[in-house]
Structure formats: structure tokens, C-alpha cells
């Protein structure tokens, strides 16, 4: 694996950790429009009409959307074990710690060398020298 691809290896943790942040915004949609729902029908006598499967229907899209949440978790801790045993591999601490804050913990180039109290472009040269040293198991 080049450079560039062993990058995007490595960034597949932080792009399951965003889809499953859109997943958790979905279900947070979801119930506040169940709960309009469920106020809109309080007052209804009988629950009869057109919009009488309303609330039947947008709980099972909260639950549909909940069971994609939890394969979506599942998935992202096993991405991120494989991550951590890619940089597991870099026998180099400092390469080894920019990999993990940049691609687990999804910290900036700023942010990594303020926390490693080294300069912008330090991280850098650790981060391609780090990336270089993967060694991703087939």
C-alpha cells in the first residue's frame, strides 16, 4: 500500500465515528417528530382518521434507525481495533502517539502539537514518517 492509501486505512475509523453521529441526529429527528405526533393525537378522540398509523409508523422508524445505530457501533469498534493494530505497528512513539490522536481520537495537526508541546511542523514529519512505518496485516 502507497502513502495516500494507507491514509485513507487510517482514516476509516473517523468516517465511521461521523456516520454514526448522523445515525444519532436521525434518531434525535425521529423522536422529536413522534412527539409532535403523539401531541397532535392526545386530543383526538378514538384515534381514528387518516393519520391514525402516524404513531405506529415513526416508532418503527426510531427502532429501524436504533437497530442501524447499533450495527453501526459494532462496526465502528471493530474498525478502530483494526486501526489501533495498524498503528500498533510503528515501533516509533511519537509516530505511533500522531497516529492515534489524528485517526482515533480525530485531533487536529494543531491540536496534536499542542498536546505533544512540539511545533505544526514536527507533527507533520511525524505523521509521514509514522504513516510510511504501517504495516497493515492482508
Known amino acids: 500500500m502507497d502513502y495516500k492509501e494507507k491514509v485513507e486505512w487510517l482514516g476509516r475509523y473517523q468516517a465511521s465515528v461521523s456516520c454514526q453521529h448522523m445515525l444519532e441526529e436521525e434518531i434525535e429527528v425521529l423522536?422529536?417528530?413522534a412527539e409532535r405526533v403523539t401531541a397532535c393525537m392526545s386530543?383526538?378522540?378514538?384515534?381514528s382518521g387518516p393519520n391514525a398509523d402516524r404513531l405506529p409508523r415513526a416508532?418503527?422508524?426510531i427502532e429501524e434507525a436504533q437497530k442501524r445505530l447499533e450495527q453501526q457501533l459494532e462496526s465502528c469498534m471493530e474498525t478502530r481495533a483494526e486501526i489501533m493494530c495498524g498503528i500498533m505497528t510503528v515501533r516509533d512513539r511519537p509516530g505511533q502517539e500522531v497516529l492515534r490522536r489524528r485517526y482515533?481520537?480525530?485531533?487536529?495537526?494543531?491540536d496534536i502539537a499542542n498536546a505533544m508541546g512540539v511545533v505544526q511542523r514536527r507533527?507533520?514529519?511525524l505523521h509521514k514518517a509514522g504513516v510510511e512505518k504501517v504495516e497493515l496485516r492482508s
Not at 386530543?43 to 384515534?47: A, D, L, N, S, V
Open 43 to 47: 386530543g383526538m378522540p378514538g384515534r
Open 31 to 33: 423522536r422529536s417528530d
Open 123 to 125: 507533527v507533520y514529519q
Open 59 to 61: 416508532v418503527d422508524r
Open 104 to 110: 482515533v481520537m480525530g485531533q487536529s495537526y494543531t
